[in-house]
């Protein structure tokens, strides 16, 4: 079964190339995190879910998010660093603009929020805007972030040392628009 499924995904029909690796630059790490994800937004009045897996590779202030359908095709690929931003969806030219979160809404419906979560996923606040972190008392874990109308929910962590988030739930209301995302992170 696994054979054949990887068989279809290596010949599916996915019309994107998946990204090429993030490679390090000197002095810095690649942050690979693969996992789960679930977003609940609005579009147009009505409720909508999607859901499926992702892959992201970071390096430095370069990220790459690939979404993936939960049978492993490529749906979207992003790609943002301090000078620009893309989308890059099956079948269509890039999509970029000033800023990736009108463009992901626009395409999709929805926008996760890539510049504050790839600090997140390392359980600080993003540079340049007020945050808020609360902690357990008794393991000093932070549980709990504010930043930039994001609302960060840290619900598990990987047993070890260092410490790395396992699951975080994200959610904000903007204009009458909520909008929740979970991330499970598998690796």
Known sequence: ?????ASVIAT???SLAP???VEPTAGTTVEHYRGRFSVRYEQNGEARNTY???DWQQNGENAT???LDPLGQTQAIVRENPRSASLELPGKAPLTGP???DVMHDALGFALPVGGLRYWLRMQSAPGSQASIERDPQTQRPTHLKQDGWSIDYQAYFDGTPLRVKRVDLSRDLGGSPLAVRLVIDE
């Open 1 to 5: 079964m696994v054979a054949c499924t």
């Open 12 to 14: 599916g029909c996915a």
């Open 19 to 21: 990204p090429t690796p």
């Open 52 to 54: 499926g897996n992702f």
């Open 65 to 67: 998010v690939q979404l």
């Open 99 to 101: 800023r990736l979160e």
